[in-house]
């Protein structure tokens, strides 16, 4: 059973920085492909960044140049590292592994608790 926790939200005031961190357990992660979605309040999820197996990157223009996702494959973790935050990045985040296809990201059906990102202009 596939299990996923993110950690690292919090509050932070408009242009500061966070670190997401996702652990994965219950699979053969460094086989995974995996991608940071968001979801804010009112509105569809959506994907942040999704990173390959090996480890090819993809972003949504909305953080291009101001989000980066790493894996650490010996620690089965995920990191979204947010700089230059805006009020507009504000959500519930979540990880999630599944499919890349080109510069597309299928999830699969498996998803954490997510973690809380607050920005304050």
């Known amino acids: 059973q596939v299990q996923l926790v993110e950690s690292g939200g919090g509050l932070v005031q408009a242009g500061g920085s966070l670190r997401l961190s996702c652990v994965v357990s219950g699979n053969t992660f460094s086989r995974n492909d995996m991608g940071w979605y968001r979801q804010a309040p009112g509105k569809q999820r959506e994907l942040v960044a999704s990173?390959?197996?090996?480890?090819?990157?993809n972003y949504a223009d909305s953080v291009k140049g101001r989000f980066t996702i790493s894996r650490d494959n010996a620690k089965n973790t995920v990191l979204l590292q947010m700089n230059s935050l805006k009020p507009e990045d504000t959500a519930v985040y979540y990880c999630?592994?599944?499919?890349?296809?080109?510069?597309?990201?299928?999830?699969?059906?498996?998803w954490g608790q997510g973690t809380q990102v607050t920005v304050s202009s």
């Open positions: 999630v592994p599944g499919v890349s296809v080109g510069v597309s990201f299928v999830p699969l059906n498996i």
């Open positions: 990173i390959s197996s090996g480890g090819r990157t």
